[in-house]
T-cell receptor
């Protein structure tokens, strides 16, 4: 596609439910990132996939959060047993260059998660 | 790991004035420092970046400076216009993940 695509754009769920967020990066982009942005706040790093290397999961806030990526394609971010503090916009970004962030990140529109 | 701090959190200027946003980083191995602009309700977009082998870079009204010794870098916007109003994020990284600062909300008043 022309840009990074994320779905759903909006998700409202009840506390305790699991949610799955999807990111479709730009074709050929080897690096993929997930960030969390709470209302009016900064971009909080969650996880980074780089080609076939092991992902950097150091930003995941708890073991309720997990993410997968198949090769250099789609990634899914899963949040289990959602809590109200998980409410945020989850942004995915991809980059053409592997071997580090020495390249422009292209962000998706984000998935807005609201946990009631 | 890398930690990036950004100041100020909010900045208000009159149209035509200059705006300066400052960031510091902790990891001396970081060698790439981009700046992203996020307009209200939109995705962040790259506006300028600088690598550690360069001390300054300019693109029209926007410039970025880097002081590797002090581990800080700054964004300078000259002749500000109302359309410059947005949240600006600095970021730092090396061979892996990119860590963002907390953002600066810039308001340019006509």
């Amino acid at each position: 596609g022309a840009g990074v695509s994320q779905s759903p754009s909006n998700k409202v769920t009840e506390k305790g439910k699991d949610v799955e967020l999807r990111c479709d990066p730009i074709s050929g982009h080897t690096a993929l990132y997930w960030y969390r942005q709470r209302l009016g706040q900064g971009l909080e790093f969650l996880i980074y996939f780089q080609g076939n290397s092991a992902p950097d999961k150091s930003g995941l806030p708890s073991d309720r959060f997990s993410a997968e990526r198949t090769g250099e394609s789609v990634s899914t971010l899963t949040i289990q047993r959602t809590q109200q503090e998980d409410s945020a916009v989850y942004l995915c970004a991809s980059s053409r260059l592997a071997g580090g962030p020495s390249g422009e990140l292209f962000f998706g529109e984000g998935s807005r998660l609201t946990v009631l | 790991g890398e930690n990036v701090e950004q100041h100020p959190s909010t900045l208000s200027v009159q149209e035509g004035d200059s705006a300066v946003i400052k960031c510091t980083y902790s990891d001396s191995a970081s060698n790439y420092f981009p700046w992203y602009k996020q307009e209200l309700g939109k995705r962040p977009q790259l506006i300028i970046d600088i690598r550690s082998n360069v001390g300054e870079k300019k693109d029209q009204r926007i410039a970025v400076t880097l002081n590797k010794t002090a581990k800080h870098f700054s964004l300078h916007i000259t002749e500000t216009q109302p359309e410059d109003s947005a949240v600006y994020f600095c970021a730092g990284g090396g061979t892996d993940k990119l860590i963002f600062g907390t953002g600066t909300r810039l308001q340019v008043f006509p």
